[in-house]
């Protein structure tokens, strides 16, 4: 019952560095997100998939780059990374076929950037 | 730009009395969710709200939909210590799952 899985759990980046953060379904979902959650802003959508090989922008994108190679993997890049960019971030799966268009959210990652 | 803004932000109650938390958004929708997320964990989902008028219950839990008003409540009754969390709400803006957050309500209940 792993539902949506994020890797890796906590990360810790110098100023310019960068990294990727991997989420994985095994729900067969079509729909993924990358939300980020920042004390008292709620959750903010940086990216997000409508199948494989599409990608969109949210609110938030400046900064983040995402990829979609397989259905079951949503990929969220930060090339350059900067200390705005520390925060909590989620990744989430819908379906396509479900009436209730409900998300079903992954662990989180917590990157802190120096 | 669309807005969706919770109040309270901070909530504050006693184990046993009743209060409510509301959610207004700023576009037509109507697909709005609530989820509850407990310190340091991830979002679970508590209701689903499909359309106009529509009212979920679980437990002591109450959430209605009023999409003429662009409004949803989250009704406690009779609250206790668990369930202190953050609630927040969600619209989906293009009937596409595309969700935007409210800020959240930080809702401790003390005995």
């Known amino acids: 019952n792993a539902g949506v899985t994020q890797t890796p759990k906590f990360r810790v980046l110098k100023t310019g560095q960068s990294m990727t953060l991997l989420c994985a379904q095994d729900m067969n979902h079509e729909y993924m997100y990358w939300y980020r959650q920042d004390p008292g802003m709620g959750l903010r959508l940086i990216h997000y998939s409508v199948g494989e090989g599409t990608t969109a922008k949210g609110e938030v994108p400046d900064g983040y780059n995402v990829s979609r190679l397989k259905k079951q993997n949503f990929l969220l890049g930060l090339e350059s990374a900067a200390p705005s960019q520390t925060s909590v971030y989620f990744c989430?799966?819908?379906?396509?076929?479900?009436?209730?268009?409900?998300?079903?959210f992954g662990e989180g990652s917590r990157l802190t950037v120096l | 730009e669309l807005k969706v803004e919770q109040n309270p932000l901070f909530l504050s109650m006693q184990e046993g009395k009743n209060y409510t938390i509301y959610c207004n958004y700023s576009?037509?929708?109507?697909?709005l969710y609530w989820y509850r997320q407990d310190p340091g964990k991830s979002l679970e989902s508590l209701f689903v709200?499909?359309?106009?008028?529509a009212v979920k219950q679980e437990g002591r839990l109450m959430a209605s939909l009023d999409t003429k008003a662009r409004l949803s409540t989250l009704h406690i009754t009779a609250a206790v210590h668990d369930l202190s969390a953050t609630y927040f709400c969600?619209?989906?803006?293009?009937?596409?799952?595309?969700?935007?957050f409210g800020q959240g309500t930080e809702l401790s209940v003390k005995p």
């Open positions: 969600a619209v989906d803006i293009d009937q596409g799952g595309k969700l935007i």
């Open positions: 709200l499909l359309s106009n008028g």
């Open positions: 989430a799966s819908s379906s396509l076929g479900q009436v209730s268009g409900e998300l079903f």
């Open positions: 576009t037509t929708s109507d697909r």
